[in-house]
């Protein structure tokens, strides 16, 4: 007999040993159901060997699911994820067979023609046979497609032309075509993508910050690099992730004109068949490129060849709930598990990528120009102090006249307020409160499209009020600030004859919205588009020539210890909307600290400038990429057992060398869904072993039921 070890997708600190039937011979990698406690669950083989005399007695392993088994390569990927983000292997394996739960396609009844020729031939009916040689299709959708009645494809079903068969929804993706005519590259991508070439052609694991302005042209870069890595090895698998679902549909329309095939798309607005072909197609190897959110990482890739992190700079990257990890690190880590070729894609590359291009550890490839001839737009500070806006409103007079300019020309305006909904604060004039929500620290924000008052933070949402809630005065509540729904109101105001559309996660709800949208966009049928982030990095708008920035201090605000840095990326992406064809661009940022670091570096696009002060600070401070950071969030809903935990875990802190402890503090949000949370924030300096250092403090404490420990590596978020 011989022994499985399976590891379950749970919060469990290791795999549980199980017998193996004798007829089954299991193999590493597969998913089989095991019996854990009165039910059986889904579990993959981790280990086997022999059984020896002395071992008690195992239950056994009920039977193999039907699904493809893991690769090596998945198991080791697995396995490396947890001890980095020093949690449970059990929660990246739930994520990587999320797909295989899903549910399958069910088969369709289709009609095809057998060949016998009509008894009686008629023009309808020769509508239909022509139809069905085309495509076979259900009997309801065949006589759409003809343009005919139900009856006559149920006559010649009956007179035996047609008949029905039953078929299963394939796995496989159409094959990409790598020889298909690419783009025409300007000297400085062709130089870019002969050092790509070169570095696939060596067959091993290396990392290539491939580093140009928006609008250099990037993408035709790495996909030309993802042809050749298609090129070489008949089965390799190309993954390229996306920060956002609203790039995966342009960068897969773009991939579909390179290559003459779709890739797969993986994120989470996928309907669950999808999710289960996807998965399946890519681990049995019949799915050859994959653009998708962070979570593809975790997808059971057969033979991957080329992973690109494209905006690798970008804080949706970060899963912060859950298990918690930087994709963009594990990308660079399941590379290097798979002896794959790496490429971080980026404008503005982050500090941490920057800092491994000119150690020497990444390669970095530039390009410093836009592609065909279109220049950089030029970065405007209109400081608010000496040209505030109307009381009341959000938009200064120099943007109402750098508008209506643009508008004039027939060119398009993008207005950006990286903040949804009317107003981020309802406050009361009557006793002066501000709306929060229940058993959460987190301000209730005005939705005026749905009437509703929202919080961000935890999804709880309540029509709003006529009477304040707290001293029952009625219509005393007001909102203060601006949303994106607020500056849409006084841009109809101000321009009544243009047409305006807002895109932000409140007005676009699918994949399908989104890419609307931007298509509309990219058509010229919109003057004004006011947005979010979602939609202010990797899109071409030929006809967009002046972005407005409405509150460009918006992230300097706070104890971000990363502000400085996001500002500068996000402001300097949403910049480079304007001005990526033949018209010249210019960006207009409203601020009120016009001499801050972070708004001169971006008026004289100087990032080379504002890396160089924000590298010296961080030096200073021993912070990323200089040392490390990693947080420990304790919350509980029974405060005294809470901080009699907390008294217990700082007495346990090793001592160690490098390594600086602070806390326990209140984080911004300390009570959130009614848990109160505590945090301690862990500096440590390169050489430390920060994964092996927090697993020995945890490892040193027992965590009572009522009270939860989460490990936060590399933190990104500080709320």
Known sequence: MRIASVLIPLPLPEAFDYAEPDEMALELGEVVAVPLGPRLVRGVVTGLRDATGGNRALKVVAGRMEAPPLPPQSLAFIEWAARYAVDQPGQPLAIVLRGSTAPRAKAERVLIATGKAPTRMTPTRAKVLEAVIEQALAPAALARAAGVSAGVVSALIADGVLVEEIRQQPIDFPPPDPDRAGPTLNF???AALAELVTMQAQGAFAVTLLDGVTGSGKTEVYLEAAADALRRDPEAQVLILLPEIALTQAVVARIAERFGAEPAAWHSGLPPTQRRRVWEAVALGKCRIVVGARSALFLPFAKLGLIVVDEEHDGSYKQEDGFIYQARDLAVARGKIGEAPVILASATPSLETLWNAESGRYRWL?????????VLPD???????????????????????GMRETLTRGEQVLLFLNRRGYAPLVLCRACGERLRAPDTDSWLVEHRYSGRLVCHLTGFSMPKPERCPYCSAKDSLVSIGPGVERVEEETRERFPDARIEVFSSDTITSAEAARTMIGAMAEGEIDILIATQSAAKGHNFPNLTLVG?????????????????RTFQLLAQVAGRAGRKAKRGRAMLQTYAPEHAVMQTLADQDRDAFVALEMAEREFAGLPPFGRLAALIVSGVDPPAMERFLHDLAAAAPNAEGVDVYGPADPPFSLVRGRRRKRFLIRADRGVDLQGFLAAWRARVKVPGSVRLTVDVDPYSFL
């Open 549 to 565: 920035v409405v509150d460009a201090d918006l992230g300097l605000r706070g104890g971000d210890l990363r502000g400085a840095e």
């Open 379 to 401: 970065v405007i500070l209109i400081d608010m102090r000496a040209t505030p806006p109307d009381h009341g409103h959000w938009l200064s007079p120099p943007l109402i006249e």
């Open 188 to 190: 400085s991508q062709a």
């Open 366 to 374: 530039k390009l410093a120009s836009r592609h065909g001839g279109a």
